[in-house]
């Protein structure tokens, strides 16, 4: 009988410990969230938000956060949900899931915009104050790609997945960022597949202005494509790219591409409008490498002109 007592003890006083470990693990991670939230403010973005609530006990530690709302000042970025719902454990702190409902996201300008159901992300933070994050959908038949470059009208997807690492111990040498703070990688399948993976150099933006811009470009700011690969109707384009902005924040830059099929790729891109795309008929079907050059306003394909260019931001 002393045993038994002895063992209930033990077991009531493991019970009392898990609860005070759970409860303040958890009011822990909702004051962190609503600080960061708050730091977002301080880094001039406008957060709007309902209430953070929250559940789980006693095997998750759950936030909700209602009508959350996320933009730059000027029109970057603006990402808005229902709702978002972090999960992580007692045992996993630094390791977060989340749950976006009806999610409307646009990036550049409305350049690129779309709308999910249902998104969810892993989110993973390293003690080194590098995150992990990968976001896709739960099912894609509710997700559709509103906007973006070269697309004609909204669109759904087979497959995407975005990957990002970001580096906080990226640092100016001599007023220039020469190390990346960002690394990604994205995998889309409409039909058409596109696989971009690379990294971004300068200091972060937080938001989508002349000035912000500006101060990214001047400070060694630079889009580097490590690997782009592209398979479209028939052809498949290969290779890497950098690129930044000029003067007039137009894309500044170049890329080496090994492009197969070059009479379906003019093709689809005479479709899309690059009349001047028409030259890539005298490619063959086998691979054939290639230069192509963003520089003052106009894109060209080897000696070739095909596009005018737009700054990526008005007056």
């Avoid at 609530?53 to 959350?68: A, E, M, N, Q």
């Avoid at 009208?153 to 111990?169: A, F, I, M, N, V």
């Avoid at 000029?246 to 070059?262: Q, R, V």
Wanted: charged share 25%; glycine share 10%.
């Amino acid at each position: 009988m002393t045993k038994l007592r002895a063992l209930i003890g033990l077991i009531f006083i493991a019970i009392l410990v898990y609860c005070g470990l759970w409860y303040t693990a958890a009011f822990k991670a909702e004051k962190t969230t609503a600080r960061e939230l708050a730091d977002l403010r301080d880094k001039g973005l406008k957060v709007e938000h309902g209430k953070i609530k929250l559940s789980g006990f006693p095997y998750r530690i759950v936030l909700t956060i209602d009508g959350i709302g996320v933009k730059t000042r000027g029109p970057g970025m603006e990402f808005g949900a229902d709702s978002v719902t972090l999960i992580s454990h007692l045992w996993t702190p630094g390791h977060w899931m989340m749950e976006g409902r009806n999610v409307v996201a646009s990036f550049a300008d409305d350049a690129v915009a779309f709308k999910d159901g249902y998104m969810r992300a892993s989110y993973k933070r390293h003690a080194d104050k590098q995150a992990v994050i990968v976001v896709d959908s739960y099912k894609t038949d509710d997700f559709v790609l509103e906007a973006a470059p070269a697309l004609e009208k909204p669109q759904s997807l087979k497959e995407w997945q975005l990957y990002l690492r970001y580096d906080g111990t990226a640092e100016p040498t001599d007023g220039l960022y020469e190390k990346r703070f960002l690394d990604f990688k994205l995998v889309m399948d409409s039909g058409n597949r596109l696989e971009l993976m690379g990294g971004v150099m300068g200091p972060p933006l937080f938001d989508w202005t002349r000035g912000a811009l500006g101060a990214w470009r001047d400070a060694g700011g630079l889009l580097e494509l490590d690997s782009i690969d592209i398979a479209v109707r028939g052809a498949r384009v290969k290779g890497n790219a950098s690129l930044t902005l000029d003067e007039n924040f137009m894309p500044l830059g170049s890329a080496s591409l090994a492009i197969a099929g070059g009479p379906a790729l003019a093709d689809y891109l005479t479709s899309l409008g690059f009349e001047d795309a028409s030259s890539l008929t005298e490619m063959g079907s086998q691979a054939e490498s290639l230069s192509v050059m963003a520089q003052m306003g106009q894109l060209n394909i080897g000696s070739s002109p095909v596009a005018m260019l737009e700054p990526i931001i008005d007056e």
